[in-house]
């Protein structure tokens, strides 16, 4: 028997209309630095129409690959829309890879056009010649376009061409947008998102963190980055002003522009809040307006979720996903029934899934684990925003039984909460035993000195691996490797202690703000570290 519903295709072009009939008059705000540019809905919708001309004219057909090297603003918007629903594909450039990862990842995906921002011309003009696919460039704003070749400027493109657009009746499980891993094992790998993928994720979206109409989203998470978490487009579905602070993520401007328009909701990486804390409560800044934050990425401190809601009375919500899961994964509301004072351990724990995702944690050789709390797996997802699959790579290591293979390993208790305790190619194994490098980092970093930490795992001729740590401490701060292992003592097993330790003035970081474990890693081997040991492995 089948059911009587309607066979309705989920397009983001469905989103689109949605917003731009319904919230017309909602807006899409850019920061300048010193102050904002006001647009509405229905703006970019007009000029997504035009921007879809402006493509069309440049033979853009369906399935084709358009490109966006660029900041948060209006006009990554309006490609994020015009580009889809018009049946290309959206391809976004994450603009702190290198040069050569950019090259490898242009010609990979075949892009056809490149919209690029002024101040990002440099970085497209040094790899040009080597990118045979791309026949037009379109500049956005301005900026030194000598050495750059044929363009055409995106103000004047769009200004000259026609308003209407015929959008076109689409699959749903035709592809609308595509973004890299960031490569940290091999070359970034490419992972496309259906129409019907990033619907659905809207809908997670907003069932899990509420929002609608009277929410004033800042968008600090880069638009580069798998679809900004999704936040445009769940925001334009349901009629959300949208902040968008362009190239200024640092803590100043980004103060300035939450104490100018007042948003309620954001979300970012844990280095991005802890400069905004650090910059708030140096300057008095009032981000009182902020009720809740999403912070992903990487693990997040308790710490830092205290410090959110005790000092600035922020809700910091921590979050996991990744390239692969579109990125909403699980999400670390304590459940229902939980003390104050038992509520911050459900918080730092990486969360539950969010309906429509499935975890499970498998052993090495290949089953289930049980939700025990203890039992230590690599973690496994499936789901409708879930990658299947890598464009145009046979990576088969990467799934099991239509199961994705994360890469993280952790363990899932029995109420279902995921505690991730590292990546599979970070885990410390020492004398045979599980060391986790994420709960010596969480506890370091309540050291009132430590300004950040990492632990890595070292060879060691008796244990074959030790943890390294690596520690920045905060300024004017003073702590040394016997004080601080003796403040983890008694917080994890007496024979997690490192006895490697090295104080850095930064931590090097990925292009999406992770700790770059793989680089700390071959900086210690090259003796790029002055080392301290102290103390001796317990066991």
């Not at 580009?83 to 990979?108: K, S």
């Not at 351990?345 to 052993?363: D, F, H, I, M, Q």
């Not at 390294?468 to 300024?475: E, N």
Request: aromatic share 8%.
């Amino acid at each position: 028997m089948k059911s009587t519903m309607q066979a309705t295709e989920l397009t983001i072009t469905s989103l689109m209309t949605r917003g731009a009939k319904l919230f017309a008059a909602s807006e899409v705000i850019t920061w300048q630095g010193e102050r904002a540019r006001h647009g509405t809905y229905a703006e970019v919708y007009t000029r997504a129409g035009r921007l879809a001309n402006v493509l069309r004219r440049m033979g853009v057909e369906p399935g084709d690959r358009v490109a966006t090297l660029a900041w948060n603003n209006q006009e990554h918007l309006e490609a994020y829309l015009a580009i889809p629903c018009m049946g290309a594909v959206l391809h976004t450039l994450n603009l702190r890879l290198t040069p050569q990862q950019l090259a490898h990842i242009v010609n990979d995906a075949g892009d056809k056009v490149i919209i690029v921002d002024g101040s990002l011309v440099p970085l497209l003009a040094a790899i040009r010649a080597h990118l045979p696919t791309v026949m037009h460039v379109i500049v956005v704003g301005e900026g030194d376009t000598s050495a750059l070749g044929d363009h055409e400027k995106y103000d004047e493109a769009v200004a000259a061409a026609p308003e209407e657009y015929d959008w076109p009746e689409l699959d749903e499980w035709s592809a609308a947008a595509m973004c890299y891993t960031t490569g940290t094992t091999g070359d970034p790998k490419g992972v496309v998102y259906s129409h019907r993928s990033i619907w659905l994720h809207c809908f997670g979206v907003w069932g899990a963190f509420h929002l609608d109409e009277s929410e004033r989203l800042l968008m600090i998470v880069p638009m580069f980055h798998v679809n900004a978490w999704g936040i445009p487009y769940a925001a334009w579905m349901l009629g959300c002003t949208l902040l968008l602070p362009d190239r200024f993520l640092q803590p100043e401007p980004l103060c300035a522009f939450i104490q100018a328009e007042h948003p309620t909701f954001t979300g970012g990486v844990p280095s991005i809040f802890t400069g905004m804390l650090q910059h708030a409560v140096a300057t008095k800044a009032d981000l009182s307006s902020i009720k809740r934050a999403i912070c992903g990425g990487s693990a997040v401190p308790r710490t830092l979720i205290e410090a959110f809601r005790d000092q600035l009375g922020i809700e910091l919500i921590q979050a996991w996903g990744m390239t692969e899961t579109s990125p909403l994964g699980c999400i670390a509301f304590p459940p229902a029934g939980i003390s104050p004072d038992e509520e911050m351990a459900w918080r730092s724990k990486t969360g539950r899934a969010v309906p429509g995702v499935e975890l499970r944690v498998v052993a090495e050789d290949g089953a289930a684990l049980p939700w025990d709390g203890q039992s230590v797996g690599e973690l496994e997802a499936r789901g409708p925003w879930i990658t299947g699959s890598y464009y145009g790579v046979e990576a088969p290591e990467r799934f099991h039984d239509g199961w994705l293979r994360t890469g993280d390993v952790g363990v899932i208790d029995s109420r279902g909460y995921l505690q991730i305790t590292d990546r599979s190619k970070d885990v410390i194994k020492s004398g045979g035993e599980w060391i986790s490098s994420v709960e010596l980092e969480n506890v370091l970093a309540a050291h009132p000195a430590v300004a950040e930490a990492a632990v890595v795992g070292v060879a060691d001729a008796k244990w074959e691996e030790r943890p390294l740590a690596a520690v920045v401490l905060k300024p004017g701060a003073e702590a040394g490797p016997d004080e601080l292992r003796t403040f983890l003592h008694g917080k994890v097993a007496r024979w997690w202690l490192p006895e490697r330790w090295t104080f850095v003035e930064e931590l090097p970081k990925t292009s999406v703000g992770k700790q770059d474990k793989k680089l700390i890693r071959q900086m210690y081997n090259d003796g790029k570290f002055e080392v301290q040991e102290v103390g001796k492995a317990a066991r």
